[in-house]
C-alpha cells in the first residue's frame, strides 16, 4: 500500500496576508478563511503537492489532517482586490449557511 508522501512529495509553503503561497501561485481553503490565518499567522506551513496539478495543495493541519486548498492566482503578485471579493463571498456565503441554520429547518 502506498504512503502519501510515496504519491505527493512534501513540501513548505508560506502563509501570508495575501493566502498560502507556493512556487508563484496562491491558495486558500475554508479552514483558514474560517480560522483567519491571513489576518493572524505567517510564516512556513508543511504541505503536499500534486507534481501534475497546480490547481490545488493538501495542507498539513497541526491536528494532523489535511485539508485541501484551491489555486485562486498563478501569480505571487496576486491582484489584491480578487483575493479580498472572494474572501468577502466566501464569509458571506459562510454567514448565509449559518443564518439558515439557526432558523432550522422545519418539516
Known amino acids: 500500500m502506498?504512503?502519501?508522501i510515496d504519491v505527493f512529495p512534501t513540501e513548505q509553503a508560506v502563509i501570508t496576508e495575501k493566502g498560502i503561497l507556493y512556487k508563484g501561485n496562491t491558495y486558500t481553503c475554508s479552514i483558514a478563511i474560517r480560522?483567519?490565518?491571513?489576518?493572524k499567522f505567517s510564516g512556513d506551513i508543511p504541505i503536499f503537492v500534486d507534481n501534475f496539478d497546480?490547481?490545488?495543495i493538501l495542507v498539513l493541519l497541526?491536528?494532523?489532517?489535511?485539508?485541501?486548498?484551491?489555486?485562486?492566482?498563478n501569480h505571487?503578485?496576486?491582484?489584491e482586490q480578487s483575493i479580498e471579493s472572494f474572501q468577502a463571498r466566501i464569509r458571506s456565503l459562510k454567514d448565509q449557511?449559518?443564518?439558515?441554520?439557526n432558523r432550522?429547518?422545519?418539516r
Open 35 to 39: 480560522e483567519q490565518w491571513y489576518g
Open 62 to 73: 497541526r491536528d494532523g489532517s489535511l485539508t485541501i486548498a484551491l489555486r485562486i492566482s
Open 2 to 4: 502506498e504512503k502519501l
Open 54 to 56: 497546480e490547481g490545488y
Open 76 to 79: 505571487m503578485d496576486a491582484n
Open 97 to 101: 449557511l449559518k443564518s439558515r441554520n
Open 104 to 106: 432550522g429547518w422545519k
